[in-house]
T-cell receptor, first 115, second 112 residues
Framework: NAGVTQTPKFRVLKTGQSMTLLCAQDMNHEYMYWYRQDPGMGLRLIHYSVGEGTTAKGEVPDGYNVSRLKKQNFLLGLESAAPSQTSVYFC??????????????FGQGTRLTVV | AQKVTQAQTEISVVEKEDVTLDCVYETRDTTYYLFWYKQPPSGELVFLIRRNSFDEQNEISGRYSWNFQKSTSSFNFTITASQVVDSAVYFCALGSARQLTFGSGTQLTVLP
């Protein structure tokens, strides 16, 4: 099984450009998440989804949008990238709760640099 | 609001030493879950353990052991006889009904 797959793995954007990060999971999980990881700050939740067609804001949602049109996919969009969005982005999925009664399975991360 | 504190930013030990990584949490929920994840230099996040708030039994898995103490809101992680391959960033996380909150991580370096 592939688990959780993120594309792309690396990207450099210019300020103001837009892009979409794709996350795909093959475990039939209901719950999916997008986190960003910054030095010294751990992982912070951007948005999450509790099922197909639903999304909710996490701790740091500003500047990002998400969509969950299919159960297995969770897209993270940056409409107008800013240098403050330079980070490593992780997608995760779990079969229960944003509070993760079950453990979350993570993708390999996307390293995004905004110049 | 819930919070996870990993006060040790970086730890360096020599191979075969034991090392304990500290994790202190804050939550108002009575039901919650605690996790440890490992992030090796390759960058992926690897799940290590999950404990629920009603189970304070310590757990041992090979060289790894976890000490959950509700009275001090701590969930510490000990690696016995550390190895170079244990070098990684270790994250403690707290899960409740609505969110999974991570600590800032502890960078463990095991020197040969």
């Amino acid at each position: 099984n592939a688990g959780v797959t993120q594309t792309p793995k690396f990207r450099v954007l210019k300020t103001g450009q837009s892009m979409t990060l794709l996350c795909a999971q093959d475990m039939n999980h209901e719950y999916m998440y997008w986190y960003r990881q910054d030095p010294g700050m751990g992982l912070r939740l951007i948005h999450y989804s509790v099922g197909e067609g639903t999304t909710a804001k996490g701790e740091v949602p500003d500047g990002y949008n998400v969509s969950r049109l299919k159960k297995q996919n969770f897209l993270l969009g940056l409409e107008s990238a800013a240098p403050s969005q330079t980070s490593v982005y992780f997608c995760a999925s779990s079969y229960s709760g944003p509070g993760a009664v079950a453990e979350a399975f993570f993708g390999q991360g996307t390293r995004l640099t905004v110049v | 609001a819930q919070k996870v504190t990993q006060a040790q930013t970086e730890i360096s030990v020599v191979e075969k030493e034991d090392v304990t990584l500290d994790c202190v949490y804050e939550t108002r929920d009575t039901t919650y879950y605690l996790f440890w994840y490992k992030q090796p230099p390759s960058g992926e996040l690897v799940f290590l353990i999950r404990r629920n708030s009603f189970d304070e039994q310590n757990e041992i898995s090979g060289r790894y052991s976890w000490n959950f103490q509700k009275s001090t809101s701590s969930f510490n992680f000990t690696i016995t006889a550390s190895q170079v391959v244990d070098s990684a960033v270790y994250f403690c996380a707290l899960g409740s009904a609505r969110q999974l909150t991570f600590g800032s991580g502890t960078q463990l370096t095991v020197l040969p």
